[in-house]
Nanobody
Framework: QVQLVESGGGLVQAGGSLRLSCAAS????????MGWFRQVPGKEREFVTG????????PYADSVKGRFTISRDNAKNTVYLQMNSLKPEDTAIYYC???????????????????WGQGTQVTVSS
């Protein structure tokens, strides 16, 4: 069965960095767009960034543009999220997701993704 396992979350001070990883198994990773979403209790899950199956398109939410970077390693079936200059408002549970979509640009609606990880908590203290 398909599994997405996130790691790398934790507690960090404002201005610090974290690198999240999401290891995928049970699917043809290179045929999937991958996304990172985040959710705060009581709020809707929001798109952070995504990467197309080819790696050629990496859109970002305005709130993280210039601070976060998504990348993928198809040889390792892993997608990464490098988060720099973290702010307290980045505090959330971060989820990776897989979308069997071969379009040029990854989709940004959580309802379109097929598989989800269990989430990893990121807490940024002020």
């Amino acid at each position: 069965q398909v599994q997405l396992v996130e790691s790398g979350g934790g507690l960090v001070q404002a201005g610090g960095s974290l690198r999240l990883s999401c290891a995928a198994s049970g699917l043809t990773f290179s045929s999937y767009a991958m996304g990172w979403f985040r959710q705060v209790p009581g709020k809707e899950r929001e798109f952070v960034t995504g990467i197309s199956w080819s790696g050629g398109s990496t859109p970002y939410a305005d709130s993280v543009k210039g601070r976060f970077t998504i990348s993928r390693d198809n040889a390792k079936n892993t997608v990464y999220l490098q988060m720099n200059s973290l702010k307290p408002e980045d505090t959330a549970i971060y989820y990776c997701a897989a979308d069997r979509y071969l379009g040029a640009r990854p989709r940004d609606s959580w309802g379109q993704y097929d598989y989800w990880g269990q989430g990893t908590q990121v807490t940024v203290s002020s």
